[in-house]
């Protein structure tokens, strides 16, 4: 009889699971006591044997594909049954040493044992050598400090801490044969990773509509949301943490290599609460120059319009101003002040305008700005990407604001 054999081993499952809990390859490395090549290495086998791959890289580090969570998540059984284990039959009140020390041959040798009731017998049916069986044996002694048999005449008695093992050895067997059957059963599903950059103020209510479709239509698709600032985006979209970037489209983009694609406009207003004075009658732009102010920071699109926009009437930009990055955040220190705020909208969005806010009625020259996706290089996008892009345009349809 030949040895039982798995898809992973139980380094490859300590790599796994370091990986999705410390995201960075050097804290994941250090954490299993492994320099970065030889935990890459094992990392990169693992993934071999399995034919998938199971992180990539993101916004914060290494980032689950979808194939990666279903594997993370066996992994992290194995671990939570072995610790389990170790904490209730083995009565280990310490530091746990089973989850970071034992290897799978360790345990396959003791259920064997236990199974066929002498060395030698568990080692025919694994089909090793008995001095292989026991140095397992006393591997797995050092491990749990306990004796796992007791010498009898007709061979070794199975302790209670050897019965333990066994039976925690037939679990994880368990699981990680069904490890491939996992991944296999994703058949035709959609899987991939669309991992949105949102620029302030623009677009990023259509980002969060497509994204509740596409985890409804596709649950395996691993989706990412980072807000950020045009220069910390284009960085990350260029080493390929993102895949795309929402909001204002710079039109044509300073980054050599980005694509910009238009979807709809958006138009710059100012909004202040439905009860500011400035609503009681006609205002200029002059006038509008002495209230506070809530803008975007400086080096966006928005703030340069609000900025041109008052020297264009000859006024000074406001000197004293909050900066707020969220949208969200602006529209509630609107209400929660006497300030006015320059905020895009689209129709949809000036429709679901909250009640305690009101447009300024005052005229904006040149307010309407193109809201697209940026890309970096113009090869064909991932089927992940393009399904959300399919399903953004589809939710941009249905907002009118095509």
């Given at each position: 009889?030949?040895?039982?054999?798995?898809?992973?081993?139980?380094?490859?499952?300590?790599?796994?699971?370091?990986?999705?809990?410390?995201r960075?390859?050097?804290?994941?490395?250090?954490?299993?006591?492994?320099?970065?090549?030889?935990?890459?290495?094992?990392?990169?086998?693992a993934?071999?044997?399995?034919?998938?791959?199971?992180?990539?890289?993101?916004?914060?580090?290494?980032?689950?594909?979808?194939?990666?969570?279903?594997?993370?998540?066996?992994?992290?059984?194995?671990?939570?049954?072995?610790?389990?284990?170790?904490?209730?039959?083995?009565?280990?009140?310490?530091?746990?040493?089973?989850?970071?020390?034992?290897?799978?041959?360790?345990?396959?040798?003791?259920a064997?044992?236990?199974?066929h009731?002498?060395?030698?017998?568990?080692?025919?049916?694994?089909?090793?050598?008995?001095?292989?069986?026991?140095?397992?044996?006393?591997?797995?002694?050092?491990?749990?400090?306990?004796?796992?048999?007791?010498?009898?005449?007709?061979?070794?008695?199975?302790?209670?801490?050897?019965?333990?093992?066994?039976?925690?050895?037939?679990?994880?067997?368990?699981?990680?044969?069904?490890?491939?059957?996992?991944?296999?059963?994703?058949?035709?599903?959609?899987?991939?990773?669309?991992?949105?950059g949102?620029?302030p103020?623009?677009?990023?209510?259509?980002?969060?509509?497509?994204?509740?479709?596409?985890?409804?239509?596709?649950?395996?698709?691993?989706?990412?949301?980072?807000p950020?600032?045009?220069?910390?985006?284009?960085?990350?979209?260029?080493?390929g943490?993102?895949?795309?970037?929402?909001?204002?489209?710079?039109?044509?983009?300073?980054?050599?290599?980005?694509?910009?694609?238009?979807?709809?406009?958006?138009n710059?207003?100012?909004?202040?609460?439905?009860?500011?004075?400035?609503?009681?009658?006609?205002?200029?732009?002059?006038?509008?120059?002495?209230?506070?102010?809530?803008?975007?920071?400086?080096?966006?699109?928005?703030?340069?319009?609000?900025?041109?926009?008052?020297?264009?009437?000859?006024a000074?930009?406001?000197?004293?101003?909050?900066?707020?990055?969220?949208?969200?955040?602006?529209?509630?220190?609107?209400?929660?002040?006497?300030?006015?705020?320059?905020?895009?909208?689209?129709?949809?969005?000036?429709?679901?305008?909250?009640?305690?806010?009101?447009?300024?009625?005052?005229?904006?020259?040149?307010?309407?700005?193109?809201?697209?996706?940026?890309?970096?290089?113009?090869?064909?996008?991932?089927?992940?990407?393009?399904?959300f892009?399919?399903?953004?345009?589809?939710?941009?349809?249905?907002?009118?604001?095509?």
């Amino acid at each position: 009889m030949q040895p039982q054999t798995s898809p992973l081993s139980a380094r490859h499952i300590r790599v796994i699971r370091a990986l999705s809990e410390h995201r960075r390859l050097s804290d994941a490395a250090d954490s299993v006591a492994l320099s970065q090549p030889a935990f890459s290495r094992s990392l990169h086998d693992a993934e071999e044997r399995l034919g998938v791959s199971l992180f990539q890289r993101g916004w914060a580090g290494s980032e689950p594909t979808a194939m990666g969570d279903i594997v993370i998540a066996q992994c992290r059984r194995i671990f939570a049954d072995m610790e389990a284990v170790e904490r209730g039959a083995l009565g280990n009140t310490g530091v746990l040493r089973l989850p970071n020390l034992v290897r799978w041959r360790h345990l396959r040798a003791v259920a064997a044992v236990v199974r066929h009731g002498t060395a030698s017998a568990g080692a025919q049916a694994l089909g090793i050598s008995q001095p292989a069986v026991s140095q397992s044996l006393t591997a797995c002694q050092d491990y749990v400090r306990e004796p796992l048999f007791a010498r009898r005449q007709t061979g070794l008695e199975a302790l209670e801490p050897a019965r333990a093992l066994a039976a925690l050895w037939d679990r994880i067997a368990g699981v990680l044969s069904d490890i491939p059957t996992r991944l296999e059963a994703t058949g035709d599903e959609l899987v991939g990773r669309v991992s949105v950059g949102m620029l302030p103020f623009s677009g990023q209510s259509m980002v969060l509509d497509a994204f509740g479709e596409i985890t409804r239509r596709h649950p395996l698709v691993h989706l990412v949301a980072v807000p950020g600032g045009y220069d910390t985006l284009s960085d990350a979209l260029k080493r390929g943490e993102i895949d795309l970037i929402m909001g204002v489209l710079r039109a044509p983009s300073p980054v050599p290599g980005f694509v910009e694609e238009h979807l709809y406009f958006e138009n710059y207003l100012m909004i202040a609460r439905h009860d500011h004075p400035v609503h009681r009658a006609a205002v200029s732009i002059e006038e509008l120059a002495g209230e506070q102010w809530i803008v975007a920071p400086h080096g966006t699109p928005i703030r340069a319009f609000f900025d041109r926009t008052f020297r264009d009437a000859g006024a000074s930009p406001p000197a004293q101003s909050a900066e707020m990055f969220s949208f969200s955040n602006a529209e509630q220190m609107i209400v929660a002040s006497g300030s006015i705020a320059l905020l895009c909208y689209g129709r949809s969005g000036l429709k679901r305008l909250r009640p305690e806010l009101k447009p300024v009625d005052v005229d904006l020259p040149g307010s309407r700005v193109s809201i697209g996706v940026t890309r970096f290089g113009d090869g064909p996008p991932s089927d992940a990407i393009a399904e959300f892009l399919r399903i953004l345009r589809e939710k941009i349809d249905e907002a009118g604001e095509a």
